[in-house]
């Protein structure tokens, strides 16, 4: 029992920077305490005692926030973060170094008895706020967004995001030309996706598209300039590189002049009678 609260405890250290020394961990830290209650509750849940098992539950839902059934399978080194709002249904599965944080639900999407709650493999991150629904499974090292809503199985190492959930993927460097790169970077996101553990399929779609007409652009140069030297009446033509709009480029905002100032610099119509 000592060598699981000890591993506990250093889970903490491992992924939370914020803690300082085990005194704040044992007495500050809701998530730990809702894991403790768990195993407790657990305990009781399979050893017949079920009235007693949910009290106790309640109870530790009372104190920290977190509500875990007794039913519950539980592995080692879960951590909760924050915590609050989170709650894992009477058949969950939660697998070991799994990390859950504030407003995560493990539900069900049924009312038969059976399982009906999600299984989590080892090493999976859910984001804050995100529900996973069913009985599926969320295989080893996947991450499940912020906000997702998981109603379908996710892969070993895949990261799931949007409503309802979907599996995307990081864009390959070597097909993002320079330019771009350039583009995305004014628009204020990366070309690759927000990280490497959450990308942004929106993010992606919008850089494959700019590259796109970046090439279409380069052909159509060299389109022109071939007409320009089988017929020297076709001009050549030089596309302006594509550029953002004033509102989308970094600097101070420019103010719009009033109406009596542009007013004063507009030109004179010339007078028909003095003609």
């Known amino acids: 029992m000592f060598s699981r609260i000890r591993e506990d405890i250093r889970s903490v250290f491992e992924r939370d920077p914020a ?16 894991v403790w209650g768990h195993r407790v509750s657990h305990w ?3 050893h017949g005692l079920r009235w007693l098992a949910r009290f106790n539950s309640h109870l530790a839902r009372a104190m920290t926030g977190i509500e875990i059934h007794p039913g519950a399978q539980i592995g080692r080194r879960l951590f909760i973060d924050h915590g609050m709002g989170v709650v894992i249904g009477e058949t969950a599965e939660v697998g070991d170094d799994c990390t859950l944080y504030q407003g995560v639900t493990l539900g069900g ?3 038969n008895g059976g399982k009906r709650h999600p299984t989590l493999g080892n090493n999976v991150v859910v984001g804050s706020g995100a529900k996973v629904l069913g009985s599926f499974r969320v295989g080893d090292g996947a991450r499940i ?21 979907r599996i995307v993927q990081d864009a390959p460097k070597s097909t993002l030309s320079a330019s771009a790169q350039n583009i995305a970077s004014k628009l204020g996101f ?6 490497r553990d959450m990308p942004d399929p929106v993010a992606n779609a919008i850089s494959a598209m700019l590259d796109h007409i970046q090439k279409l652009d380069e052909r159509l140069v060299q389109v022109c300039q071939f007409l320009h030297q089988a017929d020297a009446r076709m001009p050549e ?13 970094e600097g101070p905002a420019v103010t719009p002049p009033s109406p009596a100032a542009a007013a004063s610099t507009a030109p ?8």
């Open 237 to 249: 033509l030089e596309l302006r590189k594509l550029e953002l709009p004033d509102f989308c480029a």
């Open 19 to 34: 803690a300082r020394s085990v005194w704040e961990v044992l007495t500050c830290y809701p998530g730990l305490h809702a």
């Open 268 to 275: 004179v119509p010339p007078d028909r009678d003095a003609a």
């Open 145 to 165: 967004g912020s906000n997702a809503v998981v109603v379908r199985e996710v892969p070993a190492g895949a990261t799931a995001t949007g409503i309802p959930a």
């Open 190 to 195: 990366d070309a690759y996706g927000i990280t």
């Open 109 to 111: 999407t049924s009312l």
């Open 44 to 46: 009781l849940w399979t």
